[in-house]
């Protein structure tokens, strides 16, 4: 690099002297070129590798060729004006991120909130999207009806999302809208519907709809539809009727509007009145609006393809399709009625079936039945019903009886107490009673025995058996009833006996 500058210096010092001043007055203009065209700025380094290239003699002609050879002169003589030249680094990196980022979308619910003699407040909601940058704010901007010329409200974007428009002409009517703005850019437009005329409103439009009309409004084919929806506002609003964003039929619907309600009328209700009315109540760009579901349904049509898939025993089973026709209204279940040949009459078998398959039991044996099915909904039963092609015969089935063969068990049984009797002591005149319990069969004799002797009748004794529990009743005893008492079984297998002291005192 310091070879070639010797030999430049006797010959070419007039011609440094002239290039280096294009080059200082050239240093402010090719900044902007530089930002325009980076990529031939980051081509020019491999230029001053190789040696030919700097001599460029016949090259003043071309103004292209002199500036690069205007900057490499310049860079090892002085210092300071090489940090100024490398802003080419940083100048792309922005340059790639901006058609990569998305403006934010459009804010949302743009409504008028107050009108008065010369400003309009506005409110509406955040974009559902911001992108990659934070939201730096909104954008107001007004246009005269008639005209096309936007201007913006306000000079910096603000965060609320309620504005309050000033200064404005009374009985002007504007265009207004909103955008919301980021690093990235400005959103599309909000834009209200319809021009706001700048007068003062007494009172916001409002509709109060009824609590029972909140919901679906349901109503039969053939009923009379008589609705009325209060609202309010001053001065006296604009009411607009709409069906999907289409004029009603006055044909058949009928409209009466007063200062403080609107009525909707339909004489006879048909499944195309169906449908959701949309109700706006507007006073100069401020408006409110209401929807109004209203379903007209019927008795659904009858079941299809019913069929007796199968007979057993006294049972019958069912199965068929929904109605093609479920008249505007969800089918709740089914009725199955049952009617048998002998009587002809129909019978109700089972009620709200919720499935399109049954089985019908407790069925006469003997008896043949025919079989209907209903579909209900929230009008009703079908006004025909689907019917079994078939007939169900519920035939007696024969059936042998063999009895279950019981070997015999030999139930004898040599007498044997169970309960032992027990000592007693008893008050002198008080009855007493001895018990012990017996099992034996065939069923043994009981003897009672005071003393090893027999007692036999003794109106002073009362002996009795019941279910193998043996009493004997002592009344009213003395001193000289104390003793041993013995109470002994006999059948023809054997005997047993138990003792007992008895001591009256």
């Not at 009795?464 to 005893?477: A, D, N, T, Y």
Request: aromatic share 6%; charged share 25%.
């Amino acid at each position: 690099a310091t070879d070639p500058a010797p030999e430049k210096e006797p010959a070419p010092t007039p011609k440094e002297e002239t290039a280096p001043a294009p080059a200082l007055e050239k240093e402010p203009a090719p900044t902007p070129k530089e930002e325009t065209a980076p990529a031939p700025a980051a081509e020019e380094p491999p230029a001053p590798e190789h040696p030919p290239a700097t001599e460029q003699p016949p090259a003043p002609a071309d103004e292209p060729a002199p500036v690069p050879t205007a900057e490499v002169t310049p860079a090892p003589e002085e210092g300071p004006p090489a940090p100024p030249a490398e802003p080419q680094a940083p100048a792309p990196e922005p340059k790639p991120e901006k058609p990569k980022a998305e403006p934010p979308s459009a804010p949302l619910s743009l409504t008028v909130e107050e009108v008065s003699e010369n400003s309009v407040t506005l409110t509406w909601k955040a974009p559902e999207q911001t992108g990659r940058s934070v939201l730096d704010g909104y954008v107001v901007e007004i246009c005269k009806d008639g005209s096309t010329d936007w201007t913006a409200v306000n000079e910096e974007p603000f965060l609320s999302t309620r504005y309050t428009i000033q200064d404005l002409g009374s009985g002007d009517k504007i265009h207004v809208r909103v955008k919301a703005v980021s690093a990235s850019g400005a959103s599309v437009p909000a834009t209200l519907e319809q021009p706001v005329l700048i007068r003062e409103i007494l009172q916001l439009p409002r509709i109060r709809m009824p609590r029972h009309l909140r919901q679906t409004y349901v109503r039969h084919v053939g009923d009379a539809l008589n609705i009325m929806i209060p609202f309010q506002g001053k001065p006296q609003p604009e009411v607009i009727w709409t069906k999907g964003g289409q004029p009603l039929d006055t044909s058949r619907i009928n409209i009466r509007n007063t200062q403080k309600d609107t009525i909707f009328y339909i004489r006879k209700a048909q499944r195309s009145d169906s449908g959701k009315y949309e109700l706006a109540v507007r006073i100069n760009g401020a408006e409110d609006k209401a929807t109004l579901d209203i379903r007209v349904i019927e008795p659904p049509g009858p079941p299809q393809n019913l069929k007796l898939v199968d007979v057993w025993g006294f049972n019958v089973a069912l199965e068929w399709s929904p109605p093609v026709d479920n008249g505007n209204s969800e089918i709740k279940g089914y009725v199955v009625q049952k009617s048998d040949k002998k009587s002809g009459k129909w019978f109700t078998a089972l009620e709200r079936c919720t499935r399109t398959s049954c089985t019908i039991s407790d069925l006469i044996i003997g008896n043949t039945y025919s079989f209907r099915v209903f579909a209900e909904n929230a009008c009703g039963l079908s006004e025909k019903a689907a019917i079994t092609s078939g007939v169900a015969n519920i035939k007696k089935t024969k059936t042998s009886y063999q009895p279950e063969k019981i070997p015999q068990r030999d139930m004898m049984e040599p007498p044997k107490f169970t309960q032992p009797l027990t000592d007693r002591t008893t008050t002198r005149g008080y009855s007493t009673h001895l018990f012990c319990s017996v099992r034996g069969f065939p069923q043994p004799k009981i003897i009672w025995m005071k003393n090893q002797m027999e007692i036999r009748e003794d109106p002073k004794y009362i002996a009795m058996i019941e279910q193998g529990v043996c009493s004997l009743e002592i009344r009213k005893p003395s001193p000289f009833d104390g003793g041993i008492y013995t109470c002994k079984a006999v059948n023809p297998l054997g005997e047993a006996s138990v003792d007992c002291r008895l001591d009256v005192k």
